[in-house]
């Protein structure tokens, strides 16, 4: 099956930072989604983006699909940006749901 | 907004209880998801559905059923709970294959 990469594992940032979170996939995807999971367990839909960029406030991201790779840009970083952020996508050709990588657990800073 | 509900927030249930988890959604989606999430595992698709009365069996689908008798209901089945199966439970729906997926708020079940 398709494997899903993302880095770092684990950020530490102090309130204000910008941080750049990536994911590699190993192969063509129609889907690839960000997500944020609160607390609580709630995954929040940050962007659907299969292909090309998209910004939402403070957040953006970029997915180069031909190399394969997603990238998720968070700036002027806020407690509240706390938590652990998921890639996650479906393989090309595919119906069968979404491979999700591990995880990028972002701990912000006072 | 798409709204997707999970029947509990959390469950505990004893072994070899049989055990449903129900989720609803109100956007008329046609596709319906459970994921089961544990740690150092990340998050794994246990089965799916495309339509009513359809399913698919996911990457994990053993000691689970599924049942979507109704568009808007897809209802996860533990026939006889085992400790193995105490984890987050979470389901989603999208309109189409490949469009955007909506989770649920998710169910943390305790099978002691």
């Excluded at chain 2, 249930?13 to 089961?36: A, I, P, S």
């Excluded at chain 2, 150092?40 to 059923?65: N, T």
């Excluded at chain 2, 984890?87 to 943390?108: H, K, N, V």
Aim: hydrophobic fraction near 30%; glycine fraction near 8%.
């Amino acid at each position: 099956g398709i494997q899903v990469e993302q880095s770092p594992p684990d950020l530490i940032l102090q309130e204000g930072a910008n941080s750049t979170l990536r994911c590699n996939f190993s192969d063509s995807v129609n889907n690839l989604q960000w997500f944020h999971q609160n607390p609580w367990g709630q995954l929040i839909n940050l962007f659907y983006i299969p292909s090309g960029t998209k910004q939402n406030g403070r957040l953006s991201a970029t997915t180069v699909a031909t190399e394969r790779y997603s990238l998720l840009y968070i700036s002027s970083s806020q407690t509240t940006d706390s938590g652990v952020y998921f890639c996650a996508v479906e393989l090309r050709g595919g119906a069968d749901g979404l491979t999700f990588g591990k995880g990028t657990h972002l701990i912000i800073q006072p | 907004d798409v709204k997707v509900t999970q029947s509990s927030r959390y469950l505990v249930k004893r072994t070899g209880e049989k055990v449903f988890l129900e989720c609803v959604q109100d956007m008329d989606h046609e596709n319906m998801f459970w994921y089961r999430q544990d740690p150092g595992l990340g998050l794994r698709l246990i089965y799916f559905s495309y339509d009513v009365k359809m399913k698919e069996k996911g990457d994990i689908p053993e000691g689970y059923s599924v049942s979507r008798e109704k568009k808007e209901r897809f209802s996860l089945i533990l026939e006889s709970a085992s400790t193995n199966q105490t984890s987050m439970y979470l389901c989603a729906s999208s309109w189409d294959w490949s469009d955007e997926q909506f989770f649920g708020p998710g169910t943390r079940l305790t099978v002691l």
